[in-house]
Protein backbone atom coordinates (compact mmCIF):
# COMPACT_ATOMS: atom_id res chain seq x y z
CA UNK A 1 0.00 0.00 0.00
CA UNK A 2 1.43 3.57 -0.94
CA UNK A 3 1.82 6.05 1.80
CA UNK A 4 0.07 8.51 0.61
CA UNK A 5 -3.05 5.64 1.27
CA UNK A 6 -1.70 4.67 4.71
CA UNK A 7 -1.68 8.47 5.77
CA UNK A 8 -5.57 9.26 4.23
CA UNK A 9 -6.50 6.00 6.84
CA UNK A 10 -4.87 7.05 9.40
CA UNK A 11 -6.28 10.25 9.72
CA UNK A 12 -9.79 9.40 8.89
CA UNK A 13 -9.29 7.17 12.06
CA UNK A 14 -7.84 9.89 14.21
CA UNK A 15 -10.98 12.14 13.41
CA UNK A 16 -13.45 9.17 14.10
CA UNK A 17 -11.48 8.20 16.98
CA UNK A 18 -12.12 12.44 18.42
CA UNK A 19 -15.16 11.98 17.60
CA UNK A 20 -16.24 9.37 19.90
CA UNK A 21 -14.86 11.33 22.40
CA UNK A 22 -17.87 13.85 22.38
CA UNK A 23 -20.14 13.96 25.26
CA UNK A 24 -23.96 16.08 25.05
CA UNK A 25 -25.32 16.02 28.42
CA UNK A 26 -28.83 16.14 28.68
CA UNK A 27 -29.89 20.03 29.58
CA UNK A 28 -31.29 20.37 33.45
CA UNK A 29 -34.46 21.79 33.27
CA UNK A 30 -34.79 21.41 28.97
CA UNK A 31 -38.31 20.86 28.60
CA UNK A 32 -40.81 23.17 30.13
CA UNK A 33 -43.71 23.38 27.66
CA UNK A 34 -46.73 21.95 28.53
CA UNK A 35 -50.29 20.87 27.41
CA UNK A 36 -53.20 20.25 27.75
CA UNK A 37 -55.79 17.20 28.22
CA UNK A 38 -59.34 17.57 29.24
CA UNK A 39 -61.54 14.61 30.68
CA UNK A 40 -64.87 14.02 31.26
CA UNK A 41 -65.34 11.18 34.46
CA UNK A 42 -68.79 9.52 34.73
CA UNK A 43 -70.03 7.17 37.23
CA UNK A 44 -68.95 5.97 40.59
CA UNK A 45 -67.68 9.32 42.86
CA UNK A 46 -68.72 11.39 39.66
CA UNK A 47 -71.91 10.98 39.16
CA UNK A 48 -73.62 12.05 36.16
CA UNK A 49 -70.51 13.63 34.89
CA UNK A 50 -67.25 16.04 36.14
CA UNK A 51 -64.93 18.06 34.09
CA UNK A 52 -61.65 18.10 35.23
CA UNK A 53 -58.26 19.39 33.41
CA UNK A 54 -54.81 17.66 33.70
CA UNK A 55 -51.37 20.17 32.64
CA UNK A 56 -48.60 17.50 31.25
CA UNK A 57 -45.28 18.83 31.90
CA UNK A 58 -42.69 16.22 30.81
CA UNK A 59 -39.39 17.41 32.44
CA UNK A 60 -35.58 15.99 31.45
CA UNK A 61 -32.69 16.43 33.92
CA UNK A 62 -29.73 14.56 35.55
CA UNK A 63 -30.33 11.05 33.22
CA UNK A 64 -34.00 11.27 34.70
CA UNK A 65 -37.26 11.91 32.96
CA UNK A 66 -40.30 13.19 34.87
CA UNK A 67 -43.73 13.72 34.23
CA UNK A 68 -46.09 16.16 36.25
CA UNK A 69 -49.78 16.69 35.95
CA UNK A 70 -50.93 19.49 37.62
CA UNK A 71 -55.10 19.14 38.34
CA UNK A 72 -58.27 21.04 38.35
CA UNK A 73 -61.71 20.77 38.11
CA UNK A 74 -63.02 22.37 34.68
CA UNK A 75 -66.80 22.40 35.57
CA UNK A 76 -69.07 23.33 38.79
CA UNK A 77 -69.97 19.67 39.50
CA UNK A 78 -67.63 17.82 41.42
CA UNK A 79 -66.33 14.59 42.81
CA UNK A 80 -68.34 13.76 45.78
CA UNK A 81 -68.21 11.39 48.95
CA UNK A 82 -70.53 8.73 48.74
CA UNK A 83 -70.74 8.42 52.54
CA UNK A 84 -70.30 9.36 55.99
CA UNK A 85 -66.63 8.71 56.72
CA UNK A 86 -63.75 10.08 59.47
CA UNK A 87 -61.29 12.11 58.71
CA UNK A 88 -58.63 10.24 56.53
CA UNK A 89 -60.28 8.98 53.03
CA UNK A 90 -58.30 9.68 49.96
CA UNK A 91 -59.04 10.51 46.46
CA UNK A 92 -56.54 8.81 44.34
CA UNK A 93 -55.85 9.58 40.67
CA UNK A 94 -53.70 8.12 37.94
CA UNK A 95 -52.52 9.09 34.30
CA UNK A 96 -50.93 7.12 31.67
CA UNK A 97 -48.25 8.75 29.14
CA UNK A 98 -47.66 7.12 26.16
CA UNK A 99 -43.80 7.00 25.23
CA UNK A 100 -42.48 6.64 21.76
CA UNK A 101 -39.12 7.20 19.88
CA UNK A 102 -35.72 6.76 22.03
CA UNK A 103 -37.51 5.51 24.89
CA UNK A 104 -40.33 3.14 24.52
CA UNK A 105 -43.62 2.28 27.11
CA UNK A 106 -45.75 4.46 29.61
CA UNK A 107 -45.66 6.54 32.85
CA UNK A 108 -47.79 6.49 35.31
CA UNK A 109 -48.20 9.82 37.35
CA UNK A 110 -50.18 9.76 40.32
CA UNK A 111 -50.96 11.32 43.46
CA UNK A 112 -53.41 11.13 45.96
CA UNK A 113 -55.26 13.94 48.93
CA UNK A 114 -56.50 12.98 51.90
CA UNK A 115 -59.77 14.65 52.76
CA UNK A 116 -61.29 15.92 56.21
CA UNK A 117 -64.23 14.38 57.69
CA UNK A 118 -67.10 13.83 54.86
CA UNK A 119 -71.02 13.46 54.76
CA UNK A 120 -72.31 12.56 51.91
CA UNK A 121 -72.28 15.02 48.66
CA UNK A 122 -69.44 16.35 50.52
CA UNK A 123 -67.13 18.01 47.63
CA UNK A 124 -63.76 15.84 47.48
CA UNK A 125 -60.48 17.91 47.00
CA UNK A 126 -58.35 16.99 43.58
CA UNK A 127 -54.70 15.93 44.57
CA UNK A 128 -52.41 19.11 43.59
CA UNK A 129 -50.52 17.11 41.16
CA UNK A 130 -49.56 13.57 39.69
CA UNK A 131 -46.05 12.34 38.58
CA UNK A 132 -43.83 9.57 37.63
CA UNK A 133 -40.68 9.25 36.73
CA UNK A 134 -38.22 6.74 35.43
CA UNK A 135 -34.01 6.61 34.51
CA UNK A 136 -33.34 7.68 30.90
CA UNK A 137 -31.01 5.45 29.36
CA UNK A 138 -31.34 6.18 25.91
CA UNK A 139 -31.02 9.17 23.42
CA UNK A 140 -33.09 10.94 20.91
CA UNK A 141 -36.11 12.58 20.25
CA UNK A 142 -39.01 11.13 22.68
CA UNK A 143 -42.53 11.87 22.67
CA UNK A 144 -44.72 12.18 25.46
CA UNK A 145 -48.85 11.83 24.84
CA UNK A 146 -51.19 11.74 27.32
CA UNK A 147 -53.76 8.95 27.60
CA UNK A 148 -56.14 7.25 30.41
CA UNK A 149 -57.32 8.50 33.63
CA UNK A 150 -58.17 6.80 36.81
CA UNK A 151 -60.16 8.07 39.80
CA UNK A 152 -60.32 5.82 42.54
CA UNK A 153 -61.93 6.65 46.37
CA UNK A 154 -60.47 5.19 49.66
CA UNK A 155 -62.86 5.90 52.32
CA UNK A 156 -61.23 6.10 55.83
CA UNK A 157 -61.30 3.69 58.85
CA UNK A 158 -63.47 4.75 61.48
CA UNK A 159 -66.92 5.86 62.37
CA UNK A 160 -68.89 8.85 61.86
CA UNK A 161 -72.13 9.92 64.22
CA UNK A 162 -75.25 11.02 61.72
CA UNK A 163 -77.31 13.58 63.82
CA UNK A 164 -81.30 13.32 63.83
CA UNK A 165 -81.33 16.56 62.06
CA UNK A 166 -79.44 15.51 58.86
CA UNK A 167 -80.92 15.48 55.70
CA UNK A 168 -80.18 12.18 55.06
CA UNK A 169 -82.34 11.11 57.31
CA UNK A 170 -85.85 10.34 56.36
CA UNK A 171 -88.74 10.69 58.28
CA UNK A 172 -92.81 8.89 57.66
CA UNK A 173 -94.82 9.76 60.63
CA UNK A 174 -95.38 12.56 63.28
CA UNK A 175 -91.93 13.53 64.42
CA UNK A 176 -90.84 16.46 66.50
CA UNK A 177 -87.68 18.02 66.72
CA UNK A 178 -86.90 18.94 70.37
CA UNK A 179 -84.18 20.96 71.76
CA UNK A 180 -82.61 19.16 75.07
CA UNK A 181 -79.62 21.09 76.40
CA UNK A 182 -81.59 22.55 79.52
CA UNK A 183 -82.38 19.01 80.82
CA UNK A 184 -80.48 16.50 79.21
CA UNK A 185 -77.43 15.63 77.77
CA UNK A 186 -78.52 14.29 74.22
CA UNK A 187 -75.81 13.79 71.40
CA UNK A 188 -75.59 17.68 70.26
CA UNK A 189 -78.45 18.85 72.34
CA UNK A 190 -81.32 17.69 70.57
CA UNK A 191 -83.62 14.48 69.32
CA UNK A 192 -86.67 13.68 67.28
CA UNK A 193 -89.41 12.24 69.10
CA UNK A 194 -92.93 10.55 68.07
CA UNK A 195 -95.73 8.77 69.47
CA UNK A 196 -97.11 7.69 66.17
CA UNK A 197 -97.58 3.91 65.58
CA UNK A 198 -95.65 2.82 62.88
CA UNK A 199 -93.62 6.18 62.44
CA UNK A 200 -90.38 4.99 60.77
CA UNK A 201 -86.89 7.17 60.47
CA UNK A 202 -84.55 5.72 57.63
CA UNK A 203 -80.90 6.14 56.79
CA UNK A 204 -79.14 5.57 53.69
CA UNK A 205 -75.39 5.08 54.04
CA UNK A 206 -72.35 3.46 53.03
CA UNK A 207 -70.35 1.15 55.90
CA UNK A 208 -69.45 -1.82 57.40
CA UNK A 209 -71.94 -1.67 60.77
CA UNK A 210 -74.40 0.82 62.05
CA UNK A 211 -75.52 1.78 65.34
CA UNK A 212 -79.19 3.59 66.61
CA UNK A 213 -78.26 5.73 69.23
CA UNK A 214 -81.57 7.16 71.56
CA UNK A 215 -82.70 7.29 75.32
CA UNK A 216 -83.43 4.86 77.72
CA UNK A 217 -86.01 5.60 79.83
CA UNK A 218 -89.47 4.32 81.77
CA UNK A 219 -92.55 3.19 79.50
CA UNK A 220 -91.02 3.74 75.78
CA UNK A 221 -92.33 1.96 73.14
CA UNK A 222 -90.32 -1.40 71.73
CA UNK A 223 -88.71 -0.49 68.37
CA UNK A 224 -88.27 -2.81 64.96
CA UNK A 225 -85.24 -2.19 63.40
CA UNK A 226 -84.82 -3.35 59.77
CA UNK A 227 -81.17 -3.45 57.53
CA UNK A 228 -81.36 -3.31 53.72
CA UNK A 229 -85.52 -3.96 54.69
CA UNK A 230 -85.08 -7.07 56.45
CA UNK A 231 -85.60 -7.62 60.27
CA UNK A 232 -82.04 -8.68 61.85
CA UNK A 233 -83.20 -9.35 65.04
CA UNK A 234 -85.49 -12.39 66.46
CA UNK A 235 -86.81 -9.83 68.88
CA UNK A 236 -87.62 -6.24 69.01
CA UNK A 237 -85.53 -3.41 70.23
CA UNK A 238 -86.46 -2.34 74.20
CA UNK A 239 -85.45 1.39 74.98
CA UNK A 240 -87.85 0.85 78.02
CA UNK A 241 -85.83 -1.57 79.77
CA UNK A 242 -81.65 -0.66 81.13
CA UNK A 243 -79.13 -3.36 79.80
CA UNK A 244 -79.69 -6.09 82.74
CA UNK A 245 -83.41 -5.92 80.94
CA UNK A 246 -85.47 -4.33 84.00
CA UNK A 247 -87.52 -1.92 83.62
CA UNK A 248 -86.31 1.76 83.45
CA UNK A 249 -86.76 3.84 86.22
CA UNK A 250 -84.83 7.13 85.08
CA UNK A 251 -83.20 8.39 81.77
CA UNK A 252 -79.81 7.26 80.04
CA UNK A 253 -79.14 9.56 77.37
CA UNK A 254 -77.11 8.92 74.09
CA UNK A 255 -77.53 5.25 74.89
CA UNK A 256 -76.13 2.52 71.82
CA UNK A 257 -79.87 0.64 71.87
CA UNK A 258 -78.35 -1.55 68.96
CA UNK A 259 -75.82 -2.70 66.74
CA UNK A 260 -75.90 -4.27 63.47
CA UNK A 261 -73.70 -7.43 62.56
CA UNK A 262 -70.66 -6.83 60.71
CA UNK A 263 -71.77 -6.22 57.09
CA UNK A 264 -69.78 -6.20 53.61
CA UNK A 265 -68.42 -2.71 52.65
CA UNK A 266 -71.04 -0.68 50.52
CA UNK A 267 -74.08 1.05 50.24
CA UNK A 268 -76.94 0.00 52.88
CA UNK A 269 -80.00 1.45 54.83
CA UNK A 270 -81.51 1.31 58.21
CA UNK A 271 -84.89 1.86 59.52
CA UNK A 272 -86.25 1.94 63.18
CA UNK A 273 -90.25 1.11 63.06
CA UNK A 274 -92.28 2.37 66.29
CA UNK A 275 -94.42 -0.68 67.28
CA UNK A 276 -96.84 0.99 69.59
CA UNK A 277 -98.44 4.30 69.92
CA UNK A 278 -95.81 5.02 72.71
CA UNK A 279 -92.90 7.59 73.05
CA UNK A 280 -89.78 6.51 71.08
CA UNK A 281 -86.80 8.53 70.56
CA UNK A 282 -84.06 8.86 67.77
CA UNK A 283 -80.71 10.90 68.99
CA UNK A 284 -78.19 9.95 66.10
CA UNK A 285 -76.96 6.87 64.03
CA UNK A 286 -73.50 5.60 64.20
CA UNK A 287 -71.73 4.63 61.01
CA UNK A 288 -69.09 2.87 61.15
CA UNK A 289 -66.35 1.83 58.04
CA UNK A 290 -63.77 -1.40 58.49
CA UNK A 291 -60.55 -0.98 57.00
CA UNK A 292 -60.86 -1.10 53.41
CA UNK A 293 -57.40 -2.01 52.01
CA UNK A 294 -58.54 -2.09 48.06
CA UNK A 295 -60.23 1.49 46.31
CA UNK A 296 -64.46 0.20 46.09
CA UNK A 297 -64.70 -0.89 42.18
CA UNK A 298 -68.19 0.63 42.45
CA UNK A 299 -66.90 4.16 43.63
CA UNK A 300 -64.28 4.54 40.85
CA UNK A 301 -64.73 6.92 38.34
CA UNK A 302 -64.34 6.14 34.61
CA UNK A 303 -62.98 9.39 32.62
CA UNK A 304 -62.65 9.82 28.83
CA UNK A 305 -59.96 11.89 27.48
CA UNK A 306 -62.04 14.57 25.27
CA UNK A 307 -60.63 15.05 22.00
CA UNK A 308 -56.60 14.70 20.61
CA UNK A 309 -54.61 16.91 22.73
CA UNK A 310 -51.43 16.52 20.91
CA UNK A 311 -48.23 15.63 22.49
CA UNK A 312 -44.62 17.10 23.74
CA UNK A 313 -41.68 15.95 21.67
CA UNK A 314 -38.25 16.41 23.41
CA UNK A 315 -34.95 16.05 21.83
CA UNK A 316 -32.68 14.28 24.21
CA UNK A 317 -28.83 14.46 23.19
CA UNK A 318 -26.50 11.19 23.17
CA UNK A 319 -23.49 10.23 24.16
CA UNK A 320 -20.99 9.21 22.05
CA UNK A 321 -21.02 6.27 19.49
CA UNK A 322 -18.15 4.14 19.04
CA UNK A 323 -17.23 3.24 15.21
CA UNK A 324 -18.44 -0.21 14.34
CA UNK A 325 -16.12 -0.11 11.19
CA UNK A 326 -12.37 0.40 10.99
CA UNK A 327 -10.10 1.25 8.51
CA UNK A 328 -8.94 -1.34 6.06
CA UNK A 329 -7.61 -1.62 2.44
CA UNK A 330 -9.59 -0.70 -0.54
CA UNK A 331 -10.53 -4.13 -2.34
CA UNK A 332 -10.49 -2.04 -5.64
CA UNK A 333 -7.54 -0.58 -5.50
CA UNK A 334 -4.94 -1.52 -7.71
CA UNK A 335 -1.78 -3.07 -6.89
CA UNK A 336 1.45 -1.28 -6.81
CA UNK A 337 5.30 -2.59 -7.17
CA UNK A 338 6.06 -0.24 -3.73
CA UNK A 339 6.83 -3.10 -1.90
CA UNK A 340 5.83 -3.58 1.58
CA UNK A 341 7.66 -1.45 4.52
CA UNK A 342 9.40 -3.89 6.71
CA UNK A 343 9.85 -1.96 9.56
CA UNK A 344 6.12 -0.49 9.14
CA UNK A 345 3.69 -3.41 7.92
CA UNK A 346 0.50 -2.71 7.17
CA UNK A 347 -1.67 -5.60 8.54
CA UNK A 348 -5.51 -4.53 6.66
CA UNK A 349 -3.33 -5.83 3.67
CA UNK A 350 -4.17 -9.52 4.37
CA UNK A 351 -7.44 -9.01 4.60
CA UNK A 352 -7.82 -11.61 7.31
CA UNK A 353 -7.73 -8.65 10.06
CA UNK A 354 -9.22 -9.54 13.82
CA UNK A 355 -11.57 -7.61 14.75
CA UNK A 356 -10.92 -5.53 17.15
CA UNK A 357 -12.24 -5.18 20.43
CA UNK A 358 -15.46 -3.84 21.75
CA UNK A 359 -14.85 0.24 22.47
CA UNK A 360 -11.43 0.25 20.13
CA UNK A 361 -10.36 1.02 16.68
CA UNK A 362 -7.33 0.46 14.77
CA UNK A 363 -5.20 3.18 12.97
CA UNK A 364 -4.65 1.39 9.60
CA UNK A 365 -0.97 1.04 11.03
CA UNK A 366 -1.96 -2.12 13.35
CA UNK A 367 -1.87 -0.33 16.22
CA UNK A 368 -5.13 -0.21 18.77
CA UNK A 369 -6.69 2.84 20.11
CA UNK A 370 -8.80 2.88 23.03
CA UNK A 371 -11.78 4.69 22.45
CA UNK A 372 -14.02 5.26 26.15
CA UNK A 373 -17.48 4.10 26.33
CA UNK A 374 -19.96 6.96 27.67
CA UNK A 375 -23.44 6.65 28.50
CA UNK A 376 -26.00 8.37 26.81
CA UNK A 377 -26.83 9.05 30.31
CA UNK A 378 -24.22 11.02 31.99
CA UNK A 379 -24.46 14.57 32.82
CA UNK A 380 -20.48 15.57 32.28
CA UNK A 381 -19.71 18.86 31.02
CA UNK A 382 -18.55 18.18 26.48
CA UNK A 383 -15.00 16.93 26.76
CA UNK A 384 -12.83 18.63 23.73
CA UNK A 385 -12.07 17.12 20.84
CA UNK A 386 -8.71 18.42 20.76
CA UNK A 387 -5.26 16.25 20.84
CA UNK A 388 -5.61 16.49 24.87
CA UNK A 389 -8.94 15.07 24.40
CA UNK A 390 -8.64 12.26 21.74
CA UNK A 391 -5.06 10.46 21.28
CA UNK A 392 -4.64 8.99 17.70
CA UNK A 393 -1.91 8.41 15.48
CA UNK A 394 -1.47 9.44 12.48
CA UNK A 395 0.58 7.25 9.55
CA UNK A 396 4.67 7.21 9.84
CA UNK A 397 5.72 8.71 6.39
CA UNK A 398 9.43 9.00 5.92
CA UNK A 399 10.35 11.81 4.05
CA UNK A 400 11.40 12.12 0.64
CA UNK A 401 14.65 12.68 -0.56
CA UNK A 402 15.91 15.72 -1.78
CA UNK A 403 13.31 17.57 -4.26
CA UNK A 404 10.75 15.61 -3.20
CA UNK A 405 7.52 16.72 -1.82
CA UNK A 406 6.99 16.22 2.49
CA UNK A 407 3.67 13.98 2.68
CA UNK A 408 3.88 13.51 6.60
CA UNK A 409 5.02 14.62 9.70
CA UNK A 410 7.03 11.85 12.52
CA UNK A 411 5.48 10.25 15.17
CA UNK A 412 5.29 11.49 18.81
CA UNK A 413 8.30 8.80 19.11
CA UNK A 414 11.62 8.52 17.06
CA UNK A 415 11.63 7.02 14.35
CA UNK A 416 14.58 4.66 13.76
CA UNK A 417 16.58 5.33 10.44
CA UNK A 418 16.59 1.85 9.59
CA UNK A 419 17.38 2.86 5.49
CA UNK A 420 20.53 5.30 6.99
CA UNK A 421 21.60 2.13 8.78
CA UNK A 422 21.55 -0.07 6.07
CA UNK A 423 23.48 2.47 3.03
CA UNK A 424 25.71 2.74 6.07
CA UNK A 425 26.49 -0.60 6.79
CA UNK A 426 26.41 -1.13 2.91
CA UNK A 427 28.82 1.64 2.16
CA UNK A 428 31.27 0.05 5.33
CA UNK A 429 31.36 -3.30 4.05
CA UNK A 430 32.23 -1.67 0.68
CA UNK A 431 35.58 0.00 2.14
CA UNK A 432 36.76 -2.78 3.89
CA UNK A 433 36.42 -5.31 0.74
CA UNK A 434 37.87 -2.44 -1.23
CA UNK A 435 41.01 -2.58 1.47
CA UNK A 436 41.67 -5.47 1.22
CA UNK A 437 41.82 -5.62 -2.55
CA UNK A 438 44.44 -2.63 -2.18
CA UNK A 439 46.69 -4.55 -0.03
CA UNK A 440 46.58 -7.58 -1.90
CA UNK A 441 47.64 -5.63 -5.20
CA UNK A 442 50.44 -4.35 -2.76
CA UNK A 443 51.93 -7.75 -1.74
CA UNK A 444 52.05 -8.71 -5.12
CA UNK A 445 54.18 -6.24 -6.86
CA UNK A 446 55.96 -5.89 -3.97
CA UNK A 447 57.26 -9.62 -4.84
CA UNK A 448 57.27 -9.29 -8.55
CA UNK A 449 60.18 -6.37 -7.62
CA UNK A 450 62.63 -8.81 -6.36
Not at 41 to 57: H, Q
Not at 180 to 186: E, K, L
Not at 211 to 219: K, L, M, N, T, V
Amino acid sequence: MSRWRKALIAASVGMAASAAFVVTSSIPGQAQASLVANYRCTGGIAGSGVDIEARMTPQVEGGTMNVRWDMSYKSLQKFGSPGFFPEGSSLDLEGVVDISGGWIGQLRPRGGQTQGELVPGDYLELPEGLSDSASLTRTGTIRFKPSTLTVRFTPAEGDVMVNNKDPKIKYNGPWTWEYTASRYDDYLNDLQRTEGLDSVAKLDFIGTKVAYIGRREQDLSPIRVLIDGQPVTSGLVQPGQDRSGNDMTGTETQEVLWTSPQLEYGPHTIEIINTESKVAYLDAFQVFTGDVPEPPQHQQATCTLQGDPGAIDINVPGGSQTPTNTATDDPTEEPTDEPTDPVDPDPTSTGTTTPPAAGTITDGLGRVIVVPQVSGTTSSTPKSTGPTATRYYRAQVAKTPSGGVDTGEAPEGPERPYGLMAGGMVLLMGSAGGGLVLRRRKAAHAGGAH
